[in-house]
């Protein structure tokens, strides 16, 4: 840290941010940036680079928000910027195909086990995937329901905008204004981690269910993995009753595992959707399948679905570079022991402040809960002390420390954290955390 010595919005953040606020809804663009769920002002980031993000304040912080999860081999890594820079040269946007992303789609095919043979569509966002797969489920399989975890986010597609977590869940909307209630009346709620609600479900609606979307290990009401055979539970009734299961991947996707999360717990979904780390800091999304299922989609099929920027030349380059280095360097063991030496020393600072506090893990994301029992669902997620997370969180950025502003979010770990910034992490914790204690 340089000229501002506290990771908190010095007086350049807020300068900004009372412009920001004149005109941006809030000074944000995104409303998880707000710190709304934590009090006082975000500090507004300069630049990024490795596991750091420096504040227009001067402070560098050790990131683990990631960029809410892109960053999984660091800022600005050379080799990413390298490619963006040189596509950039080339022209930024065709609207017609290219090189580029035949190569990044064999590759997205050959890294997720569902998507091996199969096909994958490029869009520009995580949202655009969920709502795009959804698309496709229906009108693949002529059934209009779908089913959907209380607290799980899919992004914010009106139909998807009920009991969702992340952003909606810090702000304590039940769903969204602006969603009428036709638009989520075919949109069933169950319980995380819970398989009778699912096969209720199914009793209920019978033939009616179109495809179950889960995030496989839940990651926007924290970090909360599914329980043992949860996800193999959900495979099975969707093939028994003539559903598709669609794995969320845009968080896990390359984060649990180098083939996301269907690899980690080898479940195989029908239809998987990714974002955040497939774009490598750029505004990419993905939703692919078997043959048989993306035959569906425009212009082989009647399931229309488009892009002016898909599959944008910038943003191809970004991503291509980021999976070829994951492929290449293998870095997901390494990954999730440096994250695993993160959460116990978090919790080991935590237990010796004797605060309630307990944790989940799942390859490079894990999420810190201010409750002594680890929840397994939305419901138990919510009975956290929030007021507890608010002052841990401030204390953390005031010791250079940058987690998700929110409870409910997960906490992201990158190759570029060294030694140097685990050791400043969990001496900031054990302070933090004697800080609530006394
Ligand atoms: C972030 C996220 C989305 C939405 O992606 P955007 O790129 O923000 O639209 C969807 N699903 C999950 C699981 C996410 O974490």
Redesign the pocket.
Known sequence: MTEFDDGRAGERSRELMTRAQKRIPGGVN?PVRAFSGVGGHPPFIRKASGCHVITEDGAALVDYVGS??PALIGHAHPEVVDAVTKAARDGLSFGAPTAAEVEFAELICELVPSLQGGMVRLVS??????MSALRLARGATGRSKIVKCDGG????ADMLLAAAG?GAATLGLPGSAGVPENAVADTVIVPYNDLEAVAAAFEAHADDIAAIIV?PVA??MGCIPPREGYLAGLRELCSQHGALLIF?E??TGFRVALGGAQAHYEVTPDLT?L??IVGGGM?V?AYGGSTTVMRHIAPLGPVYQAGTLSGNPLAVAAGLTTLKILARERPHEALTSTTTRIVEGIGAAAAEAGVPFSSHQVGAMFGGFFRAEAPNNYAEAKQCDLDAFARFFQEMLARGVYLAPSQFEAAFVSTAHDEAAIELTLTAAKEAFAALAG
Do not use: L, Q, R
């Not at 986010?153 to 914010?156: E, I, M, P, S």
């Open positions: 995104s809410w999860g966002s995580g949202t655009e995937a969920t986010y899919h992004g914010h992340s995030e990651g926007n969320d845009v968080m959707c974002g955040k505004p999304g």
